[in-house]
């Protein structure tokens, strides 16, 4: 999905910026760039991530960085910041953002103002350039960026770097946060929460829907208020947010915990150990094992000293080799035993399905599997992060392709978890991975979970509202 983090200082700026964009790596895996402004101008570096750390392809840049503004990207698609030359001024960019109709937008941007896009390297057009390209369409930052909100589908937050300050503004409906950190002379801008507490920042506020807020060493200034209408992403707390971040002031962890805890008030099953799928389904297995009094233990450890991050390969298969390099199962603790693992959710299946073998191969007696949320039926159209799969490719959808012989036009039937049509996908999915049993969280104990209202929630991948 990617992550940005934006600092405004009265002192040098490297530092916190260098930290808190480190601290969004989890979010992205291709790009990471870092901008600053000072006296001169800017100074900007991009590098590629895929195989390394941001922090070790960042460090020797760091004495050629100096300035009391900047803003910083891990990407999970295209390079980043951007400078840029404008009627504004020069400024640099960064985006989180899934154009869903950026052929549309770049199609109009040809035809009919003749516009031209430079960053074609990747031989596609640079979803952040197109950004600026609307941006640059409105009489000052904020009308252009009030204009992107209101013309890309998908999603989209923003962070512009200028002579005056940033200008930080959330996606239009919030599907991703953008917050407010602050510490003496400073201010930040982050997506995560988890970048302030090391860094000396306390949250000042979280930025609402489509809110646009300027950022100067003199304070914050808002631009635009927030829209009534949320939809922020419910896979947050669940499987792709770090669990030391607060999103809408609710923390990750807490809610993982309240998910396991709610997925053992439904469960019958008995059971010798708990144990979550590293790392998401650690904080969900913690929930259901302090509920259910079953102890809490690790049957895999996962290899960190050389497998840091989400390295995620191209290749399906080199994908599927990783994953499993970097699980160890203990048979002291698998054989013999009835295992339940927590799991953020069950995207594809496929790797889960060689973890089950594996660990019926090493003894174990039963393993049960429980999903901290529903069935993913419907592919996102809102983030980035799943770009490079096929909704097909999708647990449930698998299963219902297995049932029906192809893909029907009512998928709600399988999204409706009373239904029989549900009960007969999560057996084909229970099946196709080997596991004694198979519960999913019901969603509305999802949202319970989570704390806020289900109208200001995406549950889009679950039960396909919009
Ligand atoms: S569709 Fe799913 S992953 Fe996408 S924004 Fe909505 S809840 Fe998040």
């Not at 031989?123 to 252009?144: C, F, K, R, S, Y």
């Not at 013309?151 to 923003?158: A, M």
């Not at 980035?384 to 049932?403: P, T």
Request: hydrophobic fraction near 35%; charge should be negative.
């Amino acid at each position: 999905m990617g992550g940005f983090f934006g600092v405004v200082s009265r002192e040098d700026c490297v530092p916190d910026l260098f930290y808190g964009t480190d601290y969004h790596s989890h979010l992205g895996t291709m790009r990471g760039g870092l901008a600053v402004r000072n006296g001169q101008g800017f100074t900007r570096f991009i590098h590629d991530i895929t195989n390394s750390q941001f922090r070790s392809k960042f460090e020797s840049d760091l004495p050629r960085l100096n300035g009391t503004t900047g803003i910083g990207v891990i990407s999970d698609y295209e390079d980043q910041p951007l400078i840029v030359g404008s009627h504004h001024g020069t400024y640099a960019i960064v985006t989180v953002a899934k154009l869903d109709n950026l052929d549309e937008l770049a199609a109009a941007a040809f035809n009919r103002r003749r516009s031209h896009f430079v960053e074609m390297s990747g031989n596609e057009i640079n979803p952040t350039e197109l950004v600026a390209h609307l941006i640059d369409e409105g009489d000052t930052i904020e009308q252009g960026i009030q204009h992107a909100q209101e013309v890309i589908k998908g999603s989209c937050s923003i962070l512009v770097l200028t002579d005056e300050g940033i200008f930080a503004a959330r996606d239009y409906l919030g599907r991703h946060p953008v917050v407010l950190g602050e510490k003496s002379g400073s201010c930040a801008a982050t997506l995560e929460t988890c970048a302030l507490p090391n860094l000396g920042y306390e949250i000042h506020r979280y930025l609402g829907p489509g809110e646009i807020v300027k950022i100067t060493p003199d304070g914050v200034e808002q631009l635009a208020p927030p829209g009534e209408r949320l939809q922020i992403c419910s896979f947050l707390w669940v499987y792709y947010g770090y669990p030391a971040s607060n999103y809408e002031g609710i923390n990750v962890e807490a809610v993982r915990y309240r998910c396991g805890e709610a997925l053992a008030r439904r469960d019958d099953v008995e059971v010798d150990i708990v144990a979550g799928i590293p790392d998401s389904g650690t904080g969900h297995a913690i929930g259901y094992s302090n509920a259910a009094g079953v102890p809490h233990q690790r049957p895999f450890v996962k290899y960190t000293p050389t497998w840091p991050r989400s390295f995620m390969p191209q290749d399906q298969r080199v994908r599927d080799l990783v994953a499993r390099m970097k699980l160890i199962p203990i048979k002291e603790i698998i054989e013999g035993n009835r295992l339940l693992f927590c799991e953020d959710s069950i995207v594809r299946g496929t790797q889960l399905r060689d973890i089950i073998a594996r660990l019926f191969d090493y003894g174990a007696k039963e393993i049960h599997m429980r999903p901290a949320c529903p069935p993913l039926v419907f592919g996102c159209k809102f983030l980035n992060f799943s770009r490079s799969k096929s909704e097909l490719d999708l647990a449930g959808r698998w299963a219902i392709a297995e049932l029906e012989g192809n893909q029907p036009d009512n998928l709600e039937k399988y999204a409706d978890q009373t239904s029989d049509h549900y009960c007969a996908m999560l057996d084909v999915i229970r099946k196709r991975l080997g596991l004694t049993s198979l519960r999913y969280q019901l969603l509305d104990d999802l949202v319970e979970s989570i704390g806020l209202p289900k109208e200001k929630l995406c549950t889009f991948c679950w039960d396909g509202t919009e």
